[in-house]
């Protein structure tokens, strides 16, 4: 079946710092893949999506490649934030399953 | 569009008493899923429903938790007897069909089971 890892956290970076998060995936065919973000107190909210490989999904200073190769989505920004401190969610979707399938999250705190 | 609404956003109560928690969707949206996030199993898909009528309730745990939605605006997921373990954020969302498999989640509602 379909199933996502992503990078144990939680991850602490400072203000400014180069943040990566690792997410990988297992699905057969071309499934469409998702950054969904949960601030504090709140529900998730799609942050990027990447429908075909070699998409590039970007918002809010992040970025995520398609890999098909590597089967794999990471989550990129040159300089994070406080206000970025969050929970991160991998998710995919497979067309004609409406199902998403996510990942165990990341939880990134910044310090100033 | 006000998104997607729950209620209550916090629910405190005893074992064994029944516990409703309550959704609208986006107006228009004709999918509505039910998630519940743990620190121990993170984020389950509990049941989702397809223009008012359930497609899969694999997710559900077991007997004590049912689910309706008796129009397009509005879902219940219902817990009788709620238990300790029950204790999670139970998140709903929906989606439009002809959309981009985008979900748009509500704001949660904590529950605590004493």
């Known amino acids: 079946g379909n199933s996502v890892t992503q990078m144990e956290g939680p991850v602490t970076l400072s203000e400014e710092a180069f943040l990566t998060i690792n997410c990988t995936y297992t699905a057969t065919g071309y499934p469409s893949l998702f950054w969904y973000v949960q601030y504090p107190g709140e529900g998730l909210q799609l942050l990027l999506k990447?429908?075909?490989?070699?998409d590039k999904g970007s918002n809010k200073g992040f970025e995520a490649t398609y890999r098909k190769e590597t089967t794999s989505f990471h989550l990129e920004k040159g300089s994070v934030q406080v206000s970025d401190s969050a929970v991160y969610f991998c998710?995919?979707?497979?067309?004609?399953?409406?199902?998403?399938?996510f990942g165990t999250g990341t939880r990134l705190t910044i310090i100033p | 569009d006000a998104g997607v609404i729950q209620s209550p956003r916090h629910e405190v109560t005893e074992m064994g008493q029944e516990v409703t928690l309550r959704c609208k969707p986006i107006?228009?949206?004709?999918?509505l899923f039910w998630y519940r996030q743990t620190m121990m199993r993170g984020l389950e898909l509990l049941i989702y429903?397809?223009?008012?009528?359930?497609?899969?309730d694999s997710g559900m745990p077991e007997d004590r938790f049912s689910a309706k939605m008796p129009n397009a605006s509005f879902s219940t997921l219902k817990i009788q007897p709620s238990e300790p373990r029950d204790s999670a954020v139970y998140f709903c969302a929906s989606k439009l069909s002809s959309g981009a498999n985008v979900l748009t989640f509500g704001a949660g509602s904590r529950l605590t089971v004493l």
């Open positions: 107006s228009g949206h004709d999918y």
């Open positions: 990447a429908t075909k490989a070699d």
């Open positions: 998710a995919l979707t497979k067309f004609g399953n409406e199902k998403l399938t």
């Open positions: 429903f397809n223009n008012n009528v359930p497609i899969d």
